[in-house]
């Protein structure tokens, strides 16, 4: 079948024509009788002269002449009258026909149409005066000036931006009202515009009378005469600081998104609401192979072809201004110096007020496309062959559907002729089963004009039928009514038959997903769930549109939510796979724990095309965990609070193992090797044998009895064990020792400490004895005192008879001297209750020591029914001094405050001993009691030796305590309480003294009662 080329050029957007070789026009298409309302018959020959302008036609006849004899290509503009007389400009291109033998034939050319021819220069001049007045009621600042720069006009808000007069802005510079930062690049687009004789458009801060810089975009537009020379410049400043503090919150947003566009495999780009280009993707930079700095704001048209420089331009400043997306093609350098094609598509970003704020865009390689269209130009002329030569079944319709042509692989295909093809007859080779389908989407195409698309079989020419692809669309003219559906039938036989397979594979996996103990959950590459397996919904009990919403509709725990969305999301972006544990919601409401793991699916090319997840109940799992946790966390304390630990020796392989507690008793450092070496350089040099011994037992099969052995610590210090071991041999013959440690140093130390003070006490009690054996001793005295007075007076009355009876008096000498020696055997004794040794210095705990002395004196706040609370200070630190003697200090204190109280009937007995961290390095202890305080008597009194507020106190108690605590570096004094009862406070200081000093053996050391 042959095509009608007529009808073709005739349909063509053009204004076409074909002349002989004289010149003599023989055929003219529907759009050139339209325009210029002349038929084929008014134009045929030379009448076509008769269109052209005057002013034009001796040039297009002397380029006619000079392209005849070249017989090649040419084109010219030249302006053609339109039927209502008007001339418009057209770009007129010429082209040879020849015939067999290589001579012209004939010529066909093309007329587009370029612009309207401009207004005359005076019409325009003569609308100056009321454009300046247009100008000035414009409410935003605008600035008219001559084409050398000189100011003209400003209207009325420009004037009142600045705060200046019109003659005052006569003369401006840039300099004094454009932001430093923002003068170069400002200066260089005027400059570049008034050299191009282009409009310009930059952003850039303007000074306001205020002494604020505000953003402005800053447009530039030429007015031309109809020559083309520039009569002035008009500048409109539109403010955009609103706009450029919105952009500047968005590009802080954006920096996210900019690491994600940089790894898209694409030629990406964006640019600032003014056009100007701030970012460029990682491929687009590998692909120009320049770096950032070199392309950023108009940097980047340097890699453009010179030759689409200008359109490239045009484009963008249309797109601008239109604030729509738009698309262009245009040529970019390699790195490799290659040019290649590319679609700039662009779209813009606008603010909540319908304000640009961004452009984004992509570039698309066309290289292939293009090349694609140069070889369908260049082969234009027998457009049959290349229509049959397409692999695929094409075909073209009239606007009511009826097929006027099918190419040669559609014909082979049907092994049908043309003939029964063609109208309605296709039908014929469709498969019975699919006719109605595919006629009535036919139809409802051919009705509405739309592209179609479906899906069908056709019978081959061997009976058998495949399935097509059925894609069409419709060609429609300026009119926008359908002159032709064009139609291609693609054979997606094979992709059927995968579809098939893939279904039952489909169905396969379905059921194997579903065998699976556990919930499998598929995402999208972008993380959305979109599949999942019966588990997942039974558990749920939901639809899979409502599991969908995991992460908003409860069934995550609140607990585990943004836990689980970060470390999903974050191997959605990395596209690493993940593993991590949450709770979810069954349908009876009870959370259990699952560990989720996932892996991507990835393509040929390494792409991630879907996620899959696992979803594993670990609930039991987690529960016996936390009970395991939870019995060695009490293990552990037990340990630490017991002072013990325990440890595993199997004895083939000297293989030894500590608890935490055990490597801290004997000071091991976390992560070194327990090791028999180890523990011998702890044990104390005269324990090793009884360790070796122990060893050897276990070796030869023998249990551990308990014993007790020492650690010699770095530090020197001394730590008493007590050990027990028993061994176990298991049914494979292994022989492993399990034993325990447990560090009784405290407890050595205390007994110890506990002799000690017994013999101590043993001093306290002769002490504490003195009230009770003042009377005795007073009586001793006094006897042999009274002894004393009566014999002497008794010798002085035997001297001074007549005669003297010196007999008599020296008797009663000698009664004097016994009854002296009597009074020096009572001092004797009392210096021997009283006596101590040298005061001995050491490091004391104080709370120690006082609960030692509450254990001594518990018995005596008992006897006078005093309620005792003790608030002891944790963590004090340790004191120096005589731990006797400060003991000492507390029980008297102690002791009077239960005399104190004994006596209160009507009122509670309360006693109070705290202990605190006074000021400076010293540690305070005070005792307050409720009993009968100190009345009007001054409480610094009380220390004064032999004063006493009790009825048969001696008063040396606590003057003897203050003379102590002083002796340590301290202080003690008394206070009275604001109710009932007095406060007595001791402060001893933390560091070291000079206590060497012993107490004068000749002070009383006494505990005795106030």
């Not at 331009?313 to 590319?342: H, I, N, P």
């Not at 498969?431 to 509405?448: F, N, S, T, V």
């Not at 040298?838 to 104080?846: C, I, K, R, S």
Request: hydrophobic share 40%; charged share 25%; aromatic share 8%.
């Amino acid at each position: 079948m042959k095509m009608d080329l007529g009808r073709v050029l005739y349909a063509l957007p053009g204004l076409v024509w074909t002349a002989l070789r004289d010149g003599r026009i023989d055929f003219v298409n529907r759009q050139w009788a339209e325009y210029t309302g002349l038929g084929l018959d008014e134009a045929h020959g030379s009448e076509w002269k008769s269109i052209v302008h005057p002013d034009d036609l001796p040039a297009l006849l002397e380029r006619w002449q000079s392209m005849s004899e070249a017989a090649d290509l040419a084109e010219l503009e030249v302006r053609l009258r339109r039927f209502d007389g008007v001339h418009r400009r057209f770009l007129v291109r010429c082209s040879p026909l020849f015939d067999d033998r290589g001579q012209v034939e004939r010529w066909c050319g093309v007329g587009t149409e370029l612009e309207t021819l401009q207004p005359p220069v005076e019409g325009l001049l003569e609308q100056t005066t009321g454009f300046q007045h247009i100008v000035d009621s414009i409410p935003i600042p605008v600035a008219v000036t001559s084409p050398t720069g000189a100011v003209e006009w400003l209207n009325q808000p420009t004037l009142n931006y600045f705060g200046k007069t019109l003659e005052d802005l006569k003369d401006w510079k840039a300099s004094d009202v454009v932001h430093p930062d923002d003068l170069e690049r400002t200066i260089t687009a005027q400059a570049y515009a008034h050299l191009q004789g282009t409009s310009y458009d930059v952003e850039s801060r303007h000074l306001r009378a205020d002494g604020v810089y505000r953003w402005y975009n800053v447009l530039g537009l030429p007015l031309r005469n109809p020559s083309g020379d520039i009569l002035r410049w008009f500048h409109l400043l539109i403010d955009i600081d609103d706009r450029k503090r919105i952009e500047e919150s968005l590009r802080n947003s954006e920096s996210n998104l900019q690491k994600i566009i940089d790894t898209i495999p694409a030629l990406v780009w964006s640019a600032r609401a003014d056009g100007t280009a701030d970012f460029f993707n990682r491929h687009y930079l590998e692909y120009v192979g320049l770096g950032l700095e070199n392309i950023r704001d108009w940097g980047w048209i340097a890699s453009v072809h010179p030759a689409d420089v200008e359109t490239l331009k045009s484009v963008w400043g249309a797109t601008m201004a239109t604030a729509r997306r738009g698309e262009c093609e245009a040529r970019l350098q390699r790195f490799d110096g290659s040019y290649r094609w590319f679609l700039f598509r662009v779209e813009p970003l606008f603010d909540k007020a319908g304000n640009i704020v961004k452009w984004y865009g992509v570039n698309t390689d066309i290289e292939a496309q293009k090349r694609a269209e140069a070889a369908s130009r260049a082969n234009e002329v027998d457009i049959r062959n290349i229509v049959d030569s397409i692999p695929a079944l094409a075909w073209s319709a009239q606007p009511d559907g009826w097929v006027d042509f099918m190419n040669q692989h559609y014909v082979d295909f049907t092994g049908l002729p043309i003939e029964e093809l063609l109208g309605w007859r296709w039908v014929a080779a469709v498969h019975p089963d699919d006719i109605e389908g595919m006629a009535k989407l036919w139809r409802e195409g051919i009705d509405k004009g739309l592209p179609l698309e479906a899906e069908g079989r056709l019978r081959r020419h061997d009976g058998t039928y495949r399935w097509f692809l059925f894609r069409s669309s419709s060609v429609r003219d300026k009119n926008g009514s359908v002159v032709k559906f064009y139609g291609f039938i693609t054979d997606i036989e094979d992709r059927k038959r995968a579809e098939q397979a893939l279904a039952a594979s489909e169905i396969e996996a379905r059921l194997a997903m579903d065998s699976i103990d556990g919930m499998i959950c598929l995402f999208t590459p972008e993380g959305a769930l979109n599949g999942g397996n019966r588990q997942l919904l039974d558990y749920f009990n939901l639809p899979l549109e409502e599991v969908m919403n995991w992460a908003t509709n409860g069934i995550t725990h609140p607990d585990d939510l943004q836990h689980c969305i970060d470390s999903f999301m974050a191997s959605v972006v990395s596209g690493e796979p993940y593993d991590f544990e949450t709770r979810f919601r069954r349908f009876d409401g009870a959370f259990r724990w699952f560990q989720i793991r996932g892996l991507p699916l990835l393509n040929s090319q390494g792409d991630i095309i879907r996620w899959y997840g696992l979803l594993t109940d670990i609930d039991d799992r987690k529960h016996a965990e936390e009970k395991l946790k939870h019995s060695q966390m009490l293990l552990a304390e037990g340990q630490r609070m017991s002072l013990s630990g325990t440890f595993s020796w199997l004895v083939e392989s000297d293989e030894l193992t500590f608890s935490e507690e055990l490597k801290r008793i004997f000071g091991f450092d976390e992560g070194v090797l327990i090791t028999f070496e180890a523990i011998q350089g702890r044990v104390h040099p005269e324990d090793l044998p009884i360790l070796a011994g122990k060893m050897a037992e276990v070796r030869s099969g023998g249990d551990n009895p308990e014993y007790a052995i020492r650690l010699r610590m770095p530090d020197g210090a001394i730590k008493y064990l007590r050990v027990i071991g028993r061994l176990i041999r298991s049914d494979n013959g292994r022989s492993e020792c399990i034993g325990a440690v447990q560090d009784v140093t405290q407890k050595r130390l205390a007994e110890q400490a506990s002799d000690e003070l017994r013999s101590e006490l043993a001093h306290v009690t002769r002490v504490t004895s003195l009230g009770a054996m003042a009377a005795s001793i007073a009586h001793e005295v006094n006897q042999p005192l009274s002894g004393i007075v009566t014999n002497a007076s008794t010798s002085l009355r035997m001297l001074a008879a007549n005669p003297p009876n010196i007999e008599g008096a020296r008797e009663t000498a000698r009664r004097t001297i016994r009854d002296g020696n009597r009074a020096a055997d009572v001092i004797t004794r009392l210096r021997a209750l009283f006596g101590k040794r040298v005061f001995q210095v050491e490091q004391v705990d104080l709370n120690e020591a006082v609960r030692e002395v509450v254990a001594l004196c518990w018995s005596d706040l008992q006897r006078a029914r005093a309620s005792l609370r003790t608030e002891l200070a944790e963590g004090l630190p340790l004191v120096s001094g005589d731990r006797v003697q400060l003991q000492q200090v507390v029980m008297n204190l102690l002791r009077n405050s239960a005399d104190a109280v004994a006596d209160i009937d009507n009122a509670p007995r309360h006693v109070v001993l705290t202990t605190t961290l006074g000021e400076g390095d010293a540690v305070r202890l005070s005792i307050s009691d409720s009993g009968i305080g100190f009345r009007t008597v001054d409480p610094a009194r009380v220390f004064d030796a032999f004063y006493s507020t009790k009825r048969d106190g001696m008063g040396i108690g606590l003057s003897v305590s203050r003379t102590i605590i002083e002796s340590h570096g301290g202080k003690l004094w008394a206070e009275a309480n604001e109710g009932p009862g007095a406060t007595f406070t001791l402060s001893v200081p933390t560091m070291a003294c000079d206590l060497t000093t012993p107490f004068d053996s000749e002070r009383p050391k006494s505990s005795a009662l106030r």
